[in-house]
């Protein structure tokens, strides 16, 4: 039966991807040895980071004056990063879910954190707008997808302040305008890569402000400076990385990957709004592209186990909601087919045929 992988991290890649990481890993391009056992700093790994670096910027269309950076410890290292480098006297921080919360927590060891807005009254369904960024905060920081939770901030917002995001769950997904950020980060394991490494996309004059000293490690100075290659990076998750952003420019880059994303959430949540038993938890303008969550209605709550089964028997993978929203997750990342997509609005219009 063929499987439909809505996992929301790791998440499904394009196969392409992994079969040409699978051919690297036998035997790069043609050398005789692994990808797994040349030297970071062999001329073949240099050429492998230095086009993912130059496709990245390629296709978000980076300015000039930002880096790309490659590196360990997820996007759970870049909460405590951040405000590391950053963080002089007092943070902005917007709240939409636990990935939030948990970049907030990183930051409060470095300084003040001033919440400026949050959606934790309401379960996170949403994003909160209308809020005001403190001018005399050294940044603001935002998670534009808030993977658990399923809402998505899907405009570039303007800050008067550095501007920091979290794009762990969205990135590649969409066009966005770089020159309004400082930094965006991520884990690679939702829409780019394997779990193992983290990008980072930074402007340099934004560093440099903070007083206290830096551990060579943790300040990003060093990496810049070293291109990535100060210690060992993930080697085989950058390339793995690469094989993805080749996808992705091979179709069209970031506006296709908008438009087929838009098409398949639209027809997901469609299946939804017009459901006599399913409905979505995150308020409309809200909704997420990527995550996309719904549970069941009231009085059908009881059937959620047997929908679930019944979605598996039909070859569904990962659609169980995160504990903290219950119900079900529809991870749909772009290397998500829109066939699978459609399996899943199949099996829940006859469950739904079945059972109301
Ligand atoms: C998955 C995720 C994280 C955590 O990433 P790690 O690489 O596991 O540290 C952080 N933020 C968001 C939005 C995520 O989806």
């Not at 997904?173 to 829409?191: C, F, L």
Request: glycine share 6%; with cysteine; aromatic share 10%.
């Amino acid at each position: 039966m063929k499987k439909h992988n809505f996992n929301a991290g790791p998440s499904i890649l394009p196969r392409i991807a992994i079969e040409n990481s699978a051919k690297a890993i036998l035997d790069l391009n043609g050398s005789g040895l692994s990808l797994l056992e040349i030297s970071h700093r062999s001329k073949d790994f240099q050429a492998i980071i230095d086009e993912a670096v130059a496709l990245f910027k390629e296709l978000l269309n980076i300015p000039a004056n930002y880096h790309v950076l490659f590196l360990g410890g997820g996007a759970s290292l870049q909460f405590c990063m951040v405000p590391y480098n950053l963080l002089k006297t007092k943070a902005a921080y917007l709240e939409t879910g636990v990935w939030a919360q948990k970049a907030i927590k990183e930051a409060k060891f470095f300084g003040q954190v001033d919440i400026v807005a949050s959606s934790s009254d309401k379960n996170f369904t949403y994003v909160p707008k209308n809020y005001t960024i403190p001018a005399d905060a050294d940044y603001f920081h935002i998670t534009t997808n808030n993977t658990i939770y399923g809402s998505e901030l899907h405009s570039d917002i303007d800050s008067p302040v550095p501007l920091v995001a979290d794009m762990s769950s969205d990135i590649l997904s969409r066009p966005v305008n770089v020159s309004k950020y400082a930094i965006i980060y991520g884990g690679a394991q939702k829409n780019l890569g394997p779990a193992g490494v983290t990008f980072v996309i930074l402007r340099e004059d934004i560093l440099g402000k903070v007083d206290r000293p830096i551990p060579t490690m943790l300040n990003y100075k060093t990496h810049i400076k070293e291109g990535s290659l100060f210690n060992t990076p993930p080697c085989f998750a950058i390339y793995t990385c690469l094989e993805t952003l080749r996808w992705i420019k091979n179709l069209g880059g970031m506006v296709k990957m908008e438009e087929m994303n838009k098409k398949k959430a639209q027809l997901l949540y469609d299946t939804i709004d017009n459901s006599k038993i399913f409905v979505g938890t995150v308020e409309k303008e809200s909704r997420s592209l990527m995550n996309i969550c719904f549970v069941m209605k009231e009085q059908y709550k009881d059937k959620e186990d047997a929908f679930m089964e019944f979605a598996k028997s039909k070859g569904m993978l990962g659609i169980k909601g995160h504990r903290s929203v219950g119900g079900f997750r529809a991870s749909c990342y772009n290397a998500l087919p829109i066939e699978s997509v459609q399996a899943l609005i199949d099996c829940m219009n006859e469950f739904e045929k079945a059972n109301v």
